[in-house]
């Protein structure tokens, strides 16, 4: 299938692994000219390097946003003038990684003011491509009870409903807002890794919750959701994509 991201413009915060790597090889593969970052230069580097050959360009390079908005902003405007524009933005920043899941200061300036400022930036060049599209990561946390009250479930659900609200909005200016909620998703360096290190009788209950017997890995997130980010899905907005093996128990209609 043919997703129709040839010559597209990319632009995630986030992206040097797991699934955003895995969302870049396949934009890259597809022709899609790429911009990311990361906190850690190393890390842009070992991405840059294994997206080197695909037909897309890909620019990264190290940029830490907490506490710096400012600097995201121009960073943001900056990367629209280096691709040349923009028409799909995916907003993958989140403490989880620092592992400030609990820090409710964090998790606002981080995971929600990314998507915030990140899509009032955006929004300009996202009409202008007159087929813009937004893709807001969350989690399977946001949507059933996960481990403890804590910030980042909440802020998690909070982005639901912000991105909902967004594609009524700015469905008339041509652009198209989903959401994605992996569960747990496990890869070299993740946070399950640690976490099967560190608590190994947690890490076992949850598999052993998995009705596939095992946690996701990062491409079978990103396959559906640079899917749900291009054009080849032109007709879908204000959906919540969960990706969890069957992970989550709920029924809705």
Known sequence: ????????????????????????????????????????????????????GNPGKAHGEAFD?????????????????????????????SVSGAGATQDWQKCLDVDIMSAVKGIETLTPALAASG????????????????IMPQAYNAI?????????????????KGIRVNTISPGPIEFAGGNWEMIQGAMPDFYNGIKAQMPMGRLGAPDEVARSAVFLASPASSYSTGVNLIIDGGYTKRVQF
């Open 1 to 52: 299938m043919d997703l129709g991201l040839n010559g597209k413009k990319v632009i995630m915060n986030g992206g040097a692994r797991g699934i955003g790597l895995e969302m870049l090889k396949l934009f890259t593969a597809e022709g899609a000219d790429v911009a990311f970052f990361s906190r850690d230069q190393a890390k842009v580097d070992a991405a840059l390097a294994e997206l080197a």
């Open 65 to 93: 946003m907490t506490g710096n908005i400012d600097g995201y902003v121009a960073w943001l405007n900056g990367t629209v003038e280096k691709l040349g524009g923009c028409d799909i933005f995916v907003n993958m920043a």
């Open 131 to 146: 087929n813009g599209s937004i893709l807001v990561f969350s989690s399977t946390a946001a949507v059933e009870t996960f």
């Open 156 to 172: 998690k659900a909070a982005l639901i409903t912000y991105a909902s609200q967004l594609s009524q909005a700015l469905a008339p």
